[in-house]
């Protein structure tokens, strides 16, 4: 049974880099026709979708963010991480780490894991 | 980005009522579109993709329509472990967006 987990760092100071991993289990990062996305809710409101990256390293980011998204792939550990510069309290939300099928449809996500932003 | 307006944002109906949340998209996406089920502190949930085929697993009761711009989704006997908020999701954009949101409640 396919498993993704987030770990990272629950609270992060504005200006700095939020750093994010998840780790792929009871399956492959490699598996073809799959991408690996970011998905996060802030406080009271509804989720966004932050990126996806494929297992061969190509990439898309949500025009909102993309001056400030970086996604890489670990394929040799099954995890693949997250990391948005420049942080504010805005930035604060659970982080869902999620499989996409066919690249956007997200048929399996990690249990979330709060990030807060502030000094 | 592709805009996705749901409707109502919020609803309250009793066990057994027929639930209907629509959701609109600011261009046509075909039948680009998911429906996903979130419980507080719980992963989200899909139920359907593709507007209207519903995800291995999920419960009869649940179903979607729709084409274009124009879609619903509707629980057929609002039961109490329906309880959560649901989204909208289209995929037809590169840019992946979700609607605002419906949370439903008994």
């Known amino acids: 049974q396919l498993q993704l987990q987030e770990s990272g760092s629950g609270l992060v100071k504005p200006s700095q880099t939020l750093s994010l991993t998840c780790i792929v289990s009871?399956?492959?990062?490699?598996?073809?026709?799959?991408?690996w996305s970011w998905i996060r809710q802030p406080p009271g409101k509804g989720l966004e979708w932050i990126g996806y990256i494929y297992p061969s390293g190509s990439t898309y980011y949500s025009p909102s963010l993309r001056s400030r998204v970086t996604m890489s792939v670990d394929r040799s550990r099954n995890q693949f991480s997250l990391k948005l510069d420049s942080v504010t309290a805005a930035d604060t939300a659970v982080y869902y780490c999620a499989r996409g099928v066919g690249a956007t449809t997200f048929d399996h996500w990690g249990q979330g894991t709060l990030v807060t932003v502030s000094s | 980005d592709i805009q996705m307006t749901q409707s109502p944002s919020s609803l309250s109906a009793s066990v057994g009522d027929r639930v209907t949340i629509t959701c609109q998209a600011s261009q046509d996406i075909s039948t680009y579109l998911n429906w996903y089920q979130h419980k507080p502190g719980k992963a989200p949930k899909l139920l359907i993709h593709g507007a209207s085929t519903l995800q291995a697993g999920v419960p009869s009761k649940f179903s979607g329509r729709g084409s274009g711009t124009d879609f619903t989704f509707t629980i057929s006997s609002l039961q109490p472990e329906d309880i959560a908020t649901y989204y909208c999701?289209?995929?037809?954009?590169?840019?992946?967006?979700f609607g605002g949101g419906t949370k439903v409640e008994i």
């Open positions: 009871g399956g492959s990062i490699s598996s073809g026709g799959i991408s």
């Open positions: 999701q289209q995929y037809d954009d590169l840019a992946v967006t």
